[in-house]
C-alpha cells in the first residue's frame, strides 16, 4: 500500500467569532462580514452554526508553508473585513463571557435543520474549532489511519485547549468547547472499523433510521471526510495563533504519515477500550497541559509535556520526511514553555480581572 501524490495534503478550516469592538460581546453580522471578505478570499470565507461566526477554508495545501501563507491572508482579509463592520474577529474556543441565547442560528437551510432537529443543543453550540484535512487516496487505508490515529487525539486536544471560560466563569477545563461539543449525539471518538466496508455500513445504517440525513452529520473527532478523499481530525479548539494552527496541522499530518505507513509495514494494530480513549480524551480536555494525561498505548498517566514529546518522537520520522521538523518542534516547545490558549487566558485574567482583556487577547489582527 504505497503513498500516491495525492496522500498527506492539508486542508484546514477554522471557525472565529465576531465580537462588538466596543463592548467585545458577542456580535451578529456575519454575513455583511463575509460579504466583504468574499470581495478578497472568496468562498474561502463561509457562514457557520451561529450569527456571531464565521469560518475560513484553505486551498489544498502541500507544505506548511502554503498552510501559513493561507491562514494569514484569510485571517487578515477576514479582520479587516469584520473591522470595515464594527466588528472583530476573535479565535478562541468558546467567548469568555457572551450568554449563547444573544445569538441566533444562521438562516441557512441546513443550519435551521440543526436547530429543527437538536433544539438546544443546537442554539447552545456556540464554539469554535479547528479541522485539519490530511489527503489519503486508499480509501481502506484511510480506515486504517483513522482507526491508529485515535490513540493520539488527547496531546494534540492538550496542545491546541482554548476555551477555558463559558458564560463569565472559569470552567475548570482548558477545552470546555469539547464538553460542549461532546452533547452531539454523532460527537467524540469514533470505534474501530475493520474495513471501508464496515464503516459505509454503518454510515448507511445511520441514514437509513434517521439517525443523520447528511452523512456530513457525522461529527466524530477523526473521520473520513464526507466530500474529499481525507482524514478529517476535528478534536481541536480553533488556536490563537497562525503558528499554532500550523503546528497543529503539521502534527496532524505526521501523525498521518505514520500511522499509514505502519499500516503499509502490517504493524500490529493496538485496539485499546473504547473506555479508556475517552478517558484520555476528558482528561486532555480537563487539563490541557496542566496535568497527567493518558497515554493509550502505555495504559499509564503520564505529565502531559512528557505526553506530548513522547508523541513528538514518534512522529518525528514523518516531520523530517516533510521537512517540517524543525518548525513544528519549535513550536511545540514555544508551546509547552508558554503555555496553550487556555493558560494564556487564565493569565490575563489573573492579571486585570476583565474577561474583555482576554477577548483582546484572542483577537485576531487585520495587519
Request: charged share 30%; aromatic share 6%.
Amino acid at each position: 500500500m504505497a503513498s500516491r501524490a495525492e496522500d498527506f495534503t492539508l486542508g484546514i478550516e477554522e471557525e472565529y467569532f465576531l465580537v462588538d469592538a466596543a463592548t467585545r460581546a458577542l456580535g451578529r453580522g456575519s454575513e455583511a462580514v463575509i460579504d466583504r471578505a468574499r470581495q478578497a478570499v472568496g468562498n474561502q470565507a463561509d457562514h457557520e452554526l451561529q450569527l456571531s461566526q464565521v469560518e475560513s477554508v484553505t486551498p489544498v495545501c502541500r507544505t506548511l508553508a502554503e498552510v501559513r501563507g493561507h491562514l494569514s491572508r484569510i485571517r487578515r482579509e477576514l479582520a479587516a473585513a469584520a473591522g470595515a463592520e464594527g466588528r472583530r474577529l476573535v479565535a478562541t474556543g468558546s467567548h469568555p463571557f457572551s450568554h449563547w441565547d444573544e445569538d441566533r442560528i444562521t438562516p441557512k437551510p441546513a443550519y435551521l435543520g440543526l436547530e429543527r432537529d437538536y433544539q438546544q443543543v443546537a442554539r447552545e453550540q456556540l464554539v469554535c474549532g479547528s479541522h485539519v484535512h490530511v489527503g489519503i487516496a486508499d480509501p481502506e487505508m484511510a480506515v486504517q489511519v483513522m482507526n491508529r490515529m485515535r490513540l493520539w487525539l488527547g496531546p494534540v486536544l492538550a496542545l491546541s485547549a482554548n476555551s477555558p471560560f463559558w458564560l463569565g466563569a472559569d470552567t475548570g477545563y482548558a477545552s470546555f468547547r469539547t464538553e460542549v461539543w461532546t452533547r452531539w449525539p454523532m460527537a467524540g471518538i469514533p470505534e474501530h472499523f475493520d474495513s471501508r466496508a464496515e464503516y459505509a455500513a454503518v454510515v448507511d445504517t445511520l441514514l437509513d433510521t434517521g439517525a443523520i440525513d447528511d452523512p456530513a452529520r457525522i461529527y466524530w473527532d477523526v473521520r473520513l471526510s464526507a466530500r474529499f478523499p481525507t482524514v478529517e481530525v476535528r478534536v481541536t479548539d480553533v488556536c490563537f495563533s497562525v503558528d499554532e494552527a500550523v503546528m497543529v496541522a503539521g502534527l496532524c499530518r505526521a501523525l498521518a504519515r505514520t500511522c499509514h505507513d505502519h499500516a503499509a509495514r502490517g504493524e500490529p494494530e493496538p485496539r485499546p477500550r473504547h473506555e479508556l480513549l475517552r478517558a484520555a480524551k476528558w482528561r486532555a480536555a480537563r487539563y490541557g497541559l496542566g496535568a497527567d494525561l493518558i497515554d493509550v498505548a502505555g495504559r499509564r498517566s503520564v505529565p502531559a509535556k512528557d505526553l506530548v514529546r513522547d508523541l513528538l518522537e514518534r512522529v518525528r520520522p514523518a516531520l523530517e520526511e516533510d521537512g517540517d521538523w524543525d518548525e513544528v518542534s519549535v513550536l511545540v516547545d514555544e508551546t509547552l514553555a508558554g503555555g496553550n490558549g487556555a493558560g494564556r487566558q487564565r493569565e490575563v485574567f489573573a492579571r486585570t480581572g476583565r474577561l474583555e482583556d482576554v477577548v483582546d487577547l484572542a483577537t485576531v489582527t487585520g495587519t
